[in-house]
């Protein structure tokens, strides 16, 4: 964001070439590290736009376009879903606690909305709703559903989630400090926090993990485990927007009623960038 509050463009310009220069995989516009509850439905559309005229050809571009109203995720889902990306991401409705009939209706409707491909978002720490597994699978057999973005530490979890859905169902990490596990029970990703700072690290780490060499992956996560712990101090993205600052990627500006991260956390995660090897533009504290 700008001091004003207003969305940085030039900013966003920079956060989408630094990705394309360190080997990210793909781009989520309107996740939660992208302050996607502070967005309007019009801001969307705009990072939407501008990432994939700049990342066409190189990078898939997924939005998120989920709410917990079922009518509004149609809606967003049916707009952003034709401004050329590459697939929708929608999460769980949170606050309302909608049961495991609800969220299958629910998502078959966002589905049914969608211009192209869809993944599933499950992250009930936030959403304070767990979709389980037996709701995935009947799911999975929608065409247009085909992955989901398990953001719990589970492993017997994702045994399940893997033994239920169809073989071409991806399976995508959203907890980045079990992610290697998660992948050797057979996930196929990550979407992630810590890729936000250290992207080339987490692509050679997953990149190797997926190849079958858990021991080289496991080596690279080792300097990623302190990012893994310590971009959660605060409020994801409090810390991890703080960073991306420091390295001179964007601005310190962060919309209410999220704040700039906590003088006390301040050299918590400047070690954990350090650990990474994460190079910092911005040496004022």
């Known amino acids: 964001m700008a001091g004003d509050g207003s969305v940085d463009w030039a900013a966003w310009d920079r956060l989408l070439d630094f990705h394309l220069g360190e080997g990210t995989s793909g781009i989520v516009v309107a996740g939660t590290t992208g302050e996607s ?30 709410t917990n109203s079922t009518a509004d995720t149609v809606a967003r889902t ?3 879903s034709r401004l050329g990306v590459d697939g929708v991401m929608l999460v769980v409705p949170y606050y309302n606690k909608p049961p495991q009939e609800g969220l299958y209706r629910h998502f078959s409707a966002g589905a049914e909305a969608s211009a192209v491909p869809v993944i599933l978002y499950n992250v009930p720490g936030r959403t304070s709703a767990d979709m389980l597994p037996a709701t995935v699978a009947r799911l999975a057999r929608n065409p247009k559903i085909v992955a989901l973005k398990e953001a719990t ?31 050797g029970v057979g996930a ?28 080289a992956a496991r080596t690279i996560d080792a300097t990623l485990q302190p990012l893994h712990r310590d971009l959660f101090v605060e409020a994801n993205p409090i810390p991890v927007k703080w960073a991306a600052a420091r390295m001179g990627l964007i601005g310190r500006a962060i919309r209410l009623p999220l704040v700039e991260l906590a003088v006390a956390h301040h050299e918590t995660v400047l070690s954990a960038l350090g650990a990474a090897g994460v190079t910092l533009k911005d040496q004022a504290a």
Request: neutral net charge.
């Open 37 to 66: 509850p502070a967005l309007s439905l019009d801001e969307i559309a705009e990072l939407t736009r501008r990432a994939v005229v700049r990342c066409r050809g190189n990078i898939p571009v997924i939005v998120g376009s989920g």
């Open 78 to 80: 049916q707009r952003l």
């Open 153 to 183: 530490p589970s492993l017997e979890r994702g045994r399940e989630l893997v033994s239920l859905c169809p073989r071409e169902f991806a399976l995508l990490s959203g907890d980045d400090a079990t992610m290697i596990d998660l992948i």
């Open 188 to 215: 196929k990703g990550v979407i992630s926090v810590t890729a936000n700072v250290a992207p080339r690290r987490m692509h050679e780490a997953c990149t190797a993990a997926l190849s079958g060499d858990f021991a």
